[in-house]
């Protein structure tokens, strides 16, 4: 079994920063890709940022420039820095990880999601 555990979202202002969080813990043998997806009210979920097991990184283009993600490889953790956020970037943040388990099996597993609401 694998969880994911989300922390970090809540209210700010326009302008503002939040730092969202995610841990993986269970029958990992290793991670692959470490994702952030994000769902706005009435809209589908779209990747925001993505770090492979290299540590590449891709971005969507409204966050380009303002959100960075990282991962701690010894925590099975990923990080989404946000800055200069905006209105639109109010949204529930989910993690979204590629976890190879003990038998060499790939699965993606979600977050339980964050909510991220961004006041102007």
């Known amino acids: 079994q694998v969880q994911l555990l989300e922390s970090g979202g809540g209210l700010v202002q326009a302008g503002g920063s939040l730092r969202l969080s995610c841990a993986a813990s269970?029958?990992?043998?290793?991670?692959?890709?470490m994702n952030w997806y994000r769902q706005a009210p009435g809209k589908q979920r779209e990747l925001v940022a993505g770090?492979?097991?290299?540590?590449?990184?891709n971005y969507a283009d409204p966050v380009k420039g303002r959100f960075t993600i990282s991962r701690d490889y010894a925590k099975n953790m990923v990080y989404l820095q946000m800055n200069s956020l905006k209105a639109e970037d109010t949204a529930v943040y989910f993690c979204?990880?590629?976890?190879?388990?003990?038998?060499?099996?790939?699965?993606?597993?979600w977050g339980q999601g964050t909510q991220v609401t961004v006041s102007s």
């Open positions: 979204n990880v590629y976890i190879k388990d003990f038998w060499r099996t790939t699965r993606v597993y």
């Open positions: 770090i492979t097991s290299g540590g590449s990184t």
């Open positions: 269970g029958s990992i043998f290793s991670i692959d890709n």
